[in-house]
């Protein structure tokens, strides 16, 4: 993998994730690894770590009882094995099998002992990739609350114009019209995929292609979080006014159920999931990482090889929390592109038919290129 290519320790990685998440379908998660310590089929993590029934009942057994063994061969009884008792021949010793387990990871928490924090229970490099994703977030989030912009680019014009942004600081008492806050949103979710290191191997074809794919949804995901976190049960803009122009409810081609399903349902359900601000900006990421047909396959390869590394951080950060859920909390994060993708649908019917009923309503020309070239 390039080393611009974010990257998790390849002994962690807790499933072969390889197969693309479409926009119209998910990934199928093959339960292909193997035993961390043994090599044997495992199918979840216990203490941290991904491995066997066998194995997770033998370091319970020794923590639990305080066992301890002694090693008649300085402990190098498994040196040059990948896994304790992988070939047939090798030694047994429980000394050497404790210490594999140490080794890779596993760490025993009585019970009633408060849960570690997140940072003390995931690899160096796991917390250091969700870190970094928050505080592109935080940046992102930063930006649409005190920047602006009045220029009006292509997507074309953002994209090979590169890394860098032309928004300035909102001058005190600055309006900021209806129907720019959508443009601003998606201003910086163009900048926030253009600064990922891995986009500068992809040529600016590509680029387009996938940006154009999951721009949108990004946006309205990053909108419900939004007003998610304020407490609010519908989508409404940075400012607090409402998304929908004067008037809107009295057209009578839009239906009340339909315009209100717009605002509430990706908060509603980011309110059902009780969602994470770590699994937002996860999944975000995994999402935009969608190798599409329509790019090169250079940039595919690119694409997917990042796409296994957030998917497996998303999927190891549900174990670590959630344990024995984490696989059902794993599936119901990826189902939310089912309703991402329902909402970027009612946006482009609503916003395709509204000029014919207003029309002096313009759009911002990126929107246009985002929205209706879908």
């Known amino acids: 993998m390039d080393s611009d290519i974010p990257s998790i320790d390849s002994d962690y990685l807790p499933l072969d994730l390889a197969t693309p998440i479409t926009s119209t379908s998910l990934a199928v998660v093959k339960h292909t690894e193997r035993c961390t310590v043994c090599g044997k089929p495992a199918f979840c993590y216990n203490y941290g770590v991904l491995t066997c029934n066998a194995c997770k009942m033998f370091f319970r057994r020794v923590e639990v009882d305080q066992i301890t063994y002694t090693c008649k061969y300085w402990n190098k009884c498994y040196e040059g094995h990948a896994f304790v008792d992988a070939q ?138 939004r007003s998610y976190i304020g407490n609010m049960d519908k989508v409404v803009n940075p400012d607090s006014t409402d998304v929908y122009p004067e008037g809107m409810y009295q057209l009578t081609i839009f239906s009340r159920s339909f315009l209100n399903g717009i605002r509430s349902r990706l908060v509603v359900r980011c309110m059902e999931l009780k969602m994470t601000n770590e699994e937002h900006v996860l999944l975000n990421m995994l999402l935009f990482c969608n190798p599409v047909h329509e790019v090169s396959e250079a940039t595919r390869t690119i694409i997917t090889s990042c796409q296994r590394v957030y998917s497996s951080a998303l999927f190891k950060y549900c174990f670590l929390t959630y344990q024995q859920n984490g696989p059902s909390r794993f599936t119901d994060l990826l189902s939310l592109c089912h309703v991402m993708n329902k909402q970027v649908e009612d946006i482009n019917y609503l916003t395709t038919l509204f000029p014919l009923y207003m029309p002096n309503t313009t759009y911002k020309q990126l929107f246009v290129d985002v929205c209706h070239s879908l």
């Open 88 to 225: 047939a021949g090798s030694p047994r010793c429980r000394a050497c099998r404790y210490q594999r387990c140490v080794d890779v990871g596993m760490k025993y928490i009585q019970p009633g002992k408060p849960e570690l924090e997140l940072s003390n229970k995931i690899e160096e490099n796991l917390t250091s990739l969700i870190g970094d994703l928050l505080f592109l977030d935080a940046r992102r989030r930063h930006k649409i609350f005190n920047f602006y912009t009045s220029e009006n680019p292509t997507l074309r014009e953002l994209i090979t114009r590169g890394k860098g942004s032309r928004m300035v600081l909102k001058r005190e008492n600055q309006t900021v019209q209806l129907h720019e806050w959508s443009f601003l949103g998606l201003y910086s979710a163009v900048e926030l995929f253009m600064s990922l290191d891995f986009m500068e191997h992809i040529s600016d074809k590509d680029k387009m292609v996938l940006i154009k794919n999951y721009a949108m949804q990004s946006m309205v995901f990053f909108s419900a979080m």
